[in-house]
């Protein structure tokens, strides 16, 4: 009999492959878990590569408190289902600081998520850490390794790294060294959207459209998610049809407005749409072109 | 001419607006093709890869704004877009203008997902290109229609014959410069041909295109009408990539093997096999072998989450169980009883050097081949290969992007098949011990000999029993430091106090050892490596003896002083690090030697033109500036016997 497996089908063994040479070569991995669809991917290739036993790793969520009240829910959720320790880290300083994302601006990534990673990355001693980045999301992931290594200061150096062959990974590392992985580097946004359709994996309520209250600001549609969402003079939250591309932080992501009540109509959507998906985070648009490389390279996940 | 430029030719599948029920069904059953394209600087790769994205709609709004603006900036294309803008990556690539490591990318077409890799064209990148081919199924070779057939062509195609890239398309690019000549086109492809069979690739596919205008990529260009004659492919690049045969079928009709990755035990009543099917197919009850033990059984179930499969085929992600309760760890492959791998310690191998430091013949590297990591040292190149003229020379190393052929001895025997046959058991890296970078890729050629033929011959008398009878345990005293430090004289003083307390020793000492033993070695990197190597090992088979082994030699190197550790029992070797600093060493300069090193009469003297590589962390640490000769032999002596044998 001949089977010619499928691209997912291909995808997926790819990636359950990269996430157990991390757990047999690493000392202390740890799942980065942002809620969002590549995490819930991601999260159930972990469950697929160790089934029956739950992944022998525990989900870190490095927390910002301004993320959207769904996400909490189905982050204790999965959490629950995938029978993991669920750790939720909060920068002390970001916390103590007040700092948020209508004050203050590009500081709040700095300081509770890249800031925060690191931290926590130290506190806990992980050396190795899976996050659901992919290759077509912007440029300069598009050249990482799927073993990205960083040194114990969490920098990484584009021009100075591991070639990566066939499928084999190169993990030693010197003491104090991390590795961050990306099992599914070779998806894209379609891939993830279709696996997740296949496979019925939960994600969060607010990929699909439904009214919410929302306001405009610099041309980006904001849903007033809790109390803490400051109205501007006029301001005035109106009720939309709408639906996020990406999740973040609330305040800093935007929505679209949409009447995609099921995953194939997200789809459908998906592929009729003429902007890309980070067009709706501000984070991609500082320090010019490079971006990403630069918040990277500081240790952005 | 028509322009087509600006108009995307690839238009949105149908089904999405009208049916994504159906066009969902339809891409999930989508196949994948991963491919690379390999050009020189200016061939216009990274043009036809935009193209490619442009014209199956993977470019978007934002993303064309954006680069409609950049092309204004910085494009290279006067008033024109620079597709090549969308995918140079990162910033110092966009102000050189190249590309500058392997990128992947991705699009797909009605029939299937393509990923390419992007790899450099720049010569001395080598390593990127053999990076990006590992993977892929097919390889897209550019040239210049101006330029024709470049050294860098040679070397492109030679690589991806080298990697074993089966499907080989010849993209003679800018045919929009020669104005579409077919003259031209005959001309590069005769050349092309000549070359590609002096070195074994029996087939290629040509086609004229032009990356930035648009021609021959998605349809058949009205440019160039003669390339639909008979004595032409006649196809379109995205026509040829989404019908060419993927190599998956050849890997399934290949006898069953999957390397083991892990061992899943979530409770006493499962134990489960988990990896990833390197080659065939495998069902419920079918008798299996374990590699490197032979022990067999039969597969009971195949578990995954979605439920247990009958059959599991080459590329799956999977956990099998046995019937029966036999050893089996990561490292080991599963495999077809009748037919299994081979399993050899020494072999054969192409490699590809990837480091700035060469290769140093007899240095122990990891090897890591499927799921198995063992140590391994490469000998001196047999020959290397120039990549320009296709010669062999000899050589003593490799350096960056060197690629030669050589024998490989690892320490324990590996489960194995040639390169040529799979690639998953025949492809394998080397991984510098200190640090840590992936430093060689190599591809085993076959087995010089039978690993089970080499046995090692077990001894009644056991070490521990001839130690015993001497009222000791055997150690070895590795003392390490520059020359004039000291450790002759201390590790003298050493022995005289260990045998006055009536212990059973033996000093092996640099200049001794080099009248003897070692009277047929230099004192290059390479011969200094096989110098520690053969002490490392006297020094073993001493200790086997039930001696207290004392040695000293300068022993630069951090490596080859961690491979005599790793040769010896655990807690056997200490570190002594006789630290002098090389100004005081240098003033003591005992035999005259750093004179003669600074006036240029000796060459690779250690500290003058050879580094020093100091002990991080030694067992014994010897500061000579605050500490006299008797004094430091007296501490080695007290921490010897009481620390590590204080039961004597």
């Known amino acids: ?301 | 001419m028509t322009d087509t430029t600006n108009e995307p030719v690839y238009v949105v599948d149908s089904l999405i607006a009208e049916d994504i029920d159906a066009y969902l069904d339809t891409h999930q059953h989508k196949t994948m093709l991963r491919f690379i394209t390999c050009g020189s600087v200016d061939d216009g790769k990274s043009t036809l890869i935009g193209r490619l994205l442009y014209d199956s709609k993977m470019i978007f709004e934002d993303q064309l704004a954006a680069l409609e603006n950049d092309s204004k900036k910085v494009g290279t294309q006067a008033g024109g877009i620079d597709f090549a803008l969308l995918v140079d990556g990162l910033a110092a690539e966009r102000e050189q203008g190249i590309t500058i490591d392997v990128a992947y990318r991705f699009f797909n077409t009605e029939k299937r997902k393509f990923i390419v890799a992007d790899t450099p064209g720049h010569e001395q990148y080598t390593r990127n290109m053999v990076t990006g081919a590992s993977t892929a199924d097919l390889a897209v070779i550019l040239i210049d229609a101006r330029k024709g057939v470049l050294t860098q062509t040679r070397r492109h195609s030679f690589l991806a014959h080298l990697i074993g890239i089966r499907n080989l398309v010849l993209a003679v690019n800018k045919m929009d410069l020669v104005d579409y000549s077919q003259e031209r086109f005959d001309q590069i492809v005769a050349d092309y041909r000549a070359f590609a069979t002096s070195i074994g690739i029996e087939n290629f596919v040509a086609m004229p295109i032009s990356g930035y205008m648009g021609d021959n990529i998605t349809t058949l260009s009205d440019n160039t009408p003669w390339y639909r004659a008979p004595a032409y492919f006649g196809r379109s690049l995205i026509d040829h990539l989404e019908t060419v045969e993927v190599d998956t079928t050849r890997d399934l009709a290949r006898p069953f093997r999957m390397p083991v990755q892990w061992v899943n035990r979530p409770n006493l009543d499962f134990r489960g096999f988990a990896g990833q099917v390197a080659t065939g197919s495998v069902r419920p009850g079918d008798e299996i072998r374990v590699l490197p033990s032979g022990k067999t059984s039969t597969v009971e179930r195949i578990v995954t989450l979605d439920g247990d499969l009958d059959q599991a085929v080459a590329g799956q992600s999977v956990t099998l169980t046995f019937a029966d309760e036999i050893d089996c760890s990561r490292g080991d492959v599963i495999a077809l009883s009748d037919a299994p791998p081979q399993v050899a310690d020494q072999f054969e191998a192409s490699l590809v050097w990837m480091a700035d430091t060469a290769l140093i013949p007899g240095r122990a590297y990891w090897l890591k081949l499927g799921s198995q990591m063992v140590s391994a040292t490469v000998h001196a190149p047999k020959y290397t290969i120039n990549v320009n003229t296709m010669e062999h020379c000899a050589a003593k190393t490799l350096e960056l992007n060197a690629i030669g052929v050589a024998e490989v001895t690892t320490d324990k025997p590996i489960v194995f098949e040639p390169y040529a046959e799979n690639r998953q058991l025949g492809g394998f890296i080397l991984i510098d011990k200190i640090t840590n970078s992936t430093v060689g890729a190599g591809m085993l050629h076959f087995s010089l000999r039978r690993a089970q033929n080499v046995h090692w011959q077990a001894l009644d008398v056991t070490r521990e029993a001839r130690a015993e009878q001497k009222h000791q345990k055997s150690a070895l005293l590795w003392f390490t430091g520059l020359s004039g430090s000291g450790k002759s004289t201390i590790a003298n003083l050493v022995e005289k106090k260990l045998h006055a307390l009536g212990k059973h020793t033996f000093l092996l000492d640099g200049d001794n050892v080099r009248h003897g033993l070692n009277k047929d070695l230099g004192f290059t990197e390479a011969d200094r490596i096989e110098n520690i190597r053969r002490v490392g090992e006297v020094a073993r088979l001493m200790t086997d003896a039930g001696l207290i082994v004392i040695t000293a030699f300068i022993s630069p190197f951090r490596a080859e002083r961690e491979m005599v550790r790793s040769l010896m029992a655990e807690g056997e070797f200490n570190e002594v690090f006789i630290d002098t600093p090389l100004d005081v060493a240098e003033a003591r300069d005992v035999k005259g030697l750093y004179k003669k090193a600074r006036s240029g009469a000796l060459k690779n003297f250690t500290g003058i033109d050879s580094p020093y590589e100091a002990p991080q962390n030694p067992e014994i640490h010897v500061d000579t500036t605050r500490m006299s000769a008797e004094d430091a032999a007296e501490m080695i002596v007290d921490r010897l016997l009481g620390h590590w044998m204080p039961e004597i």
């Not at chain 1, 990974?169 to 998806?187: D, L, Q, T």
């Open chain 1, 1 to 301: 009999m001949s089977k010619t497996l499928t691209h997912l089908e291909r995808l997926e063994a790819e990636s359950i492959h990269i996430i157990r040479e991390v757990v047999a070569e690493a000392e202390n991995p740890v799942m980065l878990y942002s809620v969002g669809k590549d995490s819930a991917v991601m999260l159930h290739l972990a469950r697929k590569a160790f089934y029956p036993a739950p992944p022998p790793f525990p989900l870190l969520h490095v927390d910002t408190t301004w993320k959207f009240r769904a996400m909490y829910e189905l982050r204790d959720k999965m959490a629950e289902l995938s029978g993991m320790d669920l750790l939720v880290y909060h920068n002390p300083e970001a916390e103590e600081r007040g700092i948020n994302p209508f004050d203050h601006g590009a500081l709040h990534t700095d300081m509770w998520k890249t800031e925060g990673l690191k931290q926590a990355l130290d506190k806990y001693g992980f050396d190795a850490a899976f996050g659901g980045a992919r290759r077509d999301e912007e440029k300069s992931r598009a050249k990482e390794r799927i073993f990205s290594f960083r040194t114990a200061s969490h920098g990484w150096d584009p021009k100075n790294q591991r070639p990566e062959l066939w499928n084999l990974y190169n993990a030693k590392k010197a003491k104090g060294e991390s590795i961050r992985v990306f099992p599914i580097s070779n998806w894209t946004e379609l891939d993830v959207w279709q696996y997740i359709h296949l496979n019925n994996i939960p994600i969060v309520p607010l990929y699909f459209a439904a009214p919410r209250p929302t306001v405009e600001r610099d041309g980006m549609l904001l849903m007033v998610d809790d109390d803490r969402f400051p109205l501007k003079p006029g301001e005035e939250p109106v009720m939309r049809s709408i639906r996020f591309r990406t999740l973040g932080c609330y305040p800093l992501t935007g929505a679209v407005e949409s009447s995609a009540k099921t995953l194939p109509e997200v789809i459908q959507e998906t592929l009729l749409t003429t902007t890309s998906e980070r067009q709706g985070r501000a984070i991609d648009k500082d320090a010019g072109g490079a971006g990403m490389e630069v918040k990277k390279q500081q240790g952005y996940f």
